[in-house]
């Protein structure tokens, strides 16, 4: 579904993008190659959020580019998407040293970057890859075994959580599920959201903002059949 370019005026996500390709604000910006932003059509309705960049995707500035990002594709087109459909971005930009997990600095220091990401996409659907993503989004300290099953409504999205690729591939199960199947079935939920958004009437655009806030959303959430 083409993106509602109309309704992101108020967003300069190129100078956002800019901005964040030279950040310092905090200690990854010593160790890192690369600032990696975002992959995929920053205009399109369906947003996947991750973690953190890794290896591969501190050298190449490309989220998921290595394993996890190769699942990551073939999950998408299984249910008829590709990077040219969606957007996938991480909660923060530069990779922690030795893929450890983001700090709550860390994760401060980037907000403006995936808040400003969020204002211009206005998505109709999100999909939280793992514990980072999901907690960021649904602003509860929330796992993920116990969060994705659940379809939330945040910032004007419908919010799907899901495993990480890089948990499918360590393999084992989870609720009886392997973490595969779980993914799978996850996005075609998100597919049928989608369609459900298509077919909606459209909300009116909120007025142009020149900074990106963090936005409380609220705390409903919605049954999906």
């Given amino acids: 579904m083409p993106g509602r370019a109309e309704d992101r005026a108020g967003v300069a996500i190129d100078a956002v993008r800019d901005e964040a390709l030279v950040c310092t604000k905090c200690r990854l910006a010593a160790g890192r190659t690369n600032v990696v932003w975002a992959a995929g059509n920053l205009d399109a309705d369906l947003l996947l959020i991750g973690e953190a960049p890794g290896f591969h995707e501190d050298r190449e500035g490309v989220p998921f580019v290595g394993a996890a990002g190769a699942l990551l594709d073939r999950m998408l087109a299984e249910v ?6 969606a957007a996938i971005v991480n909660v923060i930009k530069c990779r922690p040293p030795d893929n450890r997990d983001p700090q709550p600095d860390e994760i401060e220091a980037c907000r403006p970057y995936l808040e400003a990401q969020l204002a211009h996409m206005r998505p109709d659907v999100i999909i939280t890859l793992g514990n980072f993503a999901t907690r960021f989004i649904l602003e509860d300290q929330i796992g993920i075994t116990r969060a994705r099953g659940r ?21 084992g199960r989870f609720g009886g599920m392997s973490p595969i199947d779980a993914i799978r079935l996850d996005f075609r939920t998100a597919v049928t959201l989608l ?13 142009p903002v020149a900074s990106s806030g963090a936005s409380t959303g609220d705390g409903e959430q919605l049954g999906l059949f």
């Fill in 151 to 171: 379809v939330y409504r945040r910032r004007g999205a419908a919010v799907v959580p899901t495993f990480h690729p890089a948990a499918a591939l360590r393999g």
């Fill in 195 to 207: 369609r459900r958004a298509a077919a909606a009437p459209r909300e009116p655009a909120p007025a």
């Fill in 80 to 85: 008829g998407l590709d990077r040219s459909r």
